[in-house]
C-alpha cells in the first residue's frame, strides 16, 4: 500500500478568500468543508469541526503559539502537527501549497498497487 496525494484547486489567489479577522476562512473541497488559516506568513488546512464534539474551528481563534483554539471548550490544536496540547484530541490536518497556479489543499488516500 502506498499513500498518495491528490490535490484540488480551491482559489486562483489568497486575495479570493473571505478571511475572517482571526485569519481563517472555509473552503469546500471535493464536497468537504476545510478550515483554512494564516499564522507567522504560513498557510494550514485543517478539518471543519473539532474532533471533541464538533465545534466550528473558524469561529475559535489562532493563539500566539500557533495552536487552533476551538470556541466551544477552548482545546488547543497545534496548526502544524493537529495534536492537542493535552494530547487527548487530534485535529485532522491537510497539505496546502499556493503557487503561481493558485491554492490548493491535499488529502492523502491510500492506494493499492
Ligand atoms: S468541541 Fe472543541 S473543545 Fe470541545
Known sequence: MKKETSWFKVALSLNELLWQPN??????????????????????????????????MAEGFIDSLGNAVCPLH?????LKTGRNSTGEEYLKTYFIKLNEDGLFVGFEENKWF
Open 23 to 56: 485569519n481563517m476562512t472555509v473552503v469546500e473541497v471535493n464536497g468537504k468543508k476545510i478550515t483554512i488559516a494564516k499564522f507567522n506568513n504560513e498557510l494550514f488546512a485543517f478539518a471543519y469541526k473539532c474532533p471533541h464534539a464538533g465545534g466550528v
Open 74 to 78: 477552548r482545546y488547543k490544536f497545534s
